[in-house]
């Protein structure tokens, strides 16, 4: 039986034109990180499968590759439960490996450490467009800077990163999750139900006011407390003036200084931005992992029609590692997303070096092409990308090829 030529389910060969793309954009995401200091770090992509199951990763967790214990460790014949049988797993993520990291060489790094990871990492979901079973994640964090600082680094980098790769009109949503606290508690709903009313909250866009009111009746809860939730977001609008609302609406319910951080790092975003965005106070805005304490953000895209990217702040996470909780914020952007996006616009590469090619006849005598070769590597030597071939029967189809592969300038060489 003849071997499967595709790709497992979920995953996705890259042919030369998308490489080329994801290389400069690689080059971008590195170049532009390191002007505001971020360094590179690397984590294996295997991790210990107790920390990928720490209730850290939300929905994440229930999509975890699993790696079965290896040698003597695995013991099909007495194993009872799935401890017995798996001890590791591929990552879903960059931040619970970056916290582990961090735990693990502290002592080496600076503080404040400003770190940029890029990496595959892997979830057992559903395919779709823009998402992947296999896919990179390009992440910039920045670990023991307590203050909203860290906020305005991280989304002014990444902004300008989104700028020089020709994207504009795109919107920076943030909350923070101290609000969405606070909003809940005023109206009354169980402290131990915040998430539960946070998820339908979430769900805001997509269904309405409406059908998140129909969704928190359905749900339980008082009607009352639906009510007020309603009177809240009806009267919200999605500017400074919305977070001033808050503040003084929520009174005591909202944790001191929460609004005016975010006042503050909305304005200063605002004016000191490099690229062609704006940013907008989103009450609804929730994200899912439970490991988020303060602002949250996410990028919003119109041709995409949902978010490329997104992050906050995690104070709590390294401190499941040291026990000594540590101030934490990532931003994460969807590199897979953005590339799908700029090779659906047909996006070229910038300032790509010239490209030559040399046909040779298969009649040429060694002497000929020993010249041609040596042609090629002065023209190397300049820059310039050459690529070799010997002619081909269809010489006009060769040359086709040629050329639709950016090699405009073409030279034949005959015996």
Known sequence: MALKKKPVTGMKDILPKE?????????????????????????????????????????????IFKIMKRGQKLNLETAKEEGDLVDSGLRYDLTVPLSRYYANNANELPAPFKALQMGNVWRADRPQRGRFRQFMQCDIDILGEPTYLAEIELITATTTLLGRLDFSNFTIRINNRKILKGMAKFCGFPQESYDDVFIILDKMDKIGMDGVESELLAGGYGSEAVSK????????????????????????????GTAEDLITIISTVDQVRDADFRIIFDPTLVRGMSYYTGPIFEIAMDEF??????GGRYDEMIGRFTGNDTCACGFSIGFERIIMLLMERGYEVPGASAKKAFLIDKKAAPERMQMVIAKAKEERRKGVQVNISMMKKNKKFQKEQLAAEGYEDIEEYFA
């Open 19 to 63: 490489m080329e793309i994801r290389d400069y954009v690689i080059s971008q995401i590195k170049e532009t990180y390191r002007t505001f200091g971020f360094q590179s770090i690397e984590t294996p992509c295997v991790e210990h499968i107790d920390n990928l199951s720490s209730k850290q990763g939300g929905e994440n967790e229930k999509l």
């Open 229 to 256: 939730c309603r009177e809240l977001f009806e009267t919200l609008t999605n500017d400074i003036d919305g977070v001033n609302y808050m503040r003084d609406t929520l009174g005591d319910c909202l944790e001191e």
């Open 305 to 310: 029609g949902g978010s490329v990217g997104g």
